[in-house]
């Protein structure tokens, strides 16, 4: 099982970036995917997650109207587009597979039962 995160990097304030998160060893249409972030000294944060079956998606408020998640099952990826990126957006960013039946959940990250490594999102002021 591996989940791949990709496509951090530095970015201007107000730039944008398109996050990847490439999934193989499992039956990725039958998963949840959801982003996680981790900024220096802080905890976990849940910021977006799409269902496996009707595709339904959930986003943290901070980020609402600025990030963009969606999912291709034909190339087990999921991406997170991040517009208007802002300095209080830098963090690590993790994927993450839950087997949930329904929906997705960005609060509940330990019934997520796979994780990626994170690629570091920075954003300059």
């Known amino acids: 099982v591996q989940l791949q995160a990709s496509g951090g990097g530095l970015v201007q304030s107000g730039g944008s970036l398109r996050l990847s998160c490439a999934a193989s060893?499992?039956?990725?249409?039958?998963?949840?995917i959801g982003w996680f972030r981790q900024a220096p000294g802080k905890g976990r944060e849940g910021v977006s997650c799409?269902?496996?079956?009707?595709?339904?998606?959930d986003y943290t408020d901070s980020v609402k109207g600025r990030f963009t998640i969606s999912r291709d099952n034909a190339k087990g990826t999921v991406y997170l587009l991040m517009n208007s990126l802002k300095p209080e957006d830098t963090a690590v960013y993790h994927c993450?597979?839950?087997?949930?039946?329904?929906?997705?959940?960005?609060?509940?990250?330990?019934?997520?039962?796979?994780w990626g490594q994170g690629t570091l999102v920075t954003v300059s002021s």
């Open positions: 993450a597979a839950d087997r949930i039946k329904a929906g997705c959940s960005i609060y509940e990250w330990l019934t997520y039962d796979y």
């Open positions: 060893g499992f039956t990725f249409d039958g998963y949840a």
């Open positions: 799409i269902s496996s079956g009707d595709g339904s998606t």
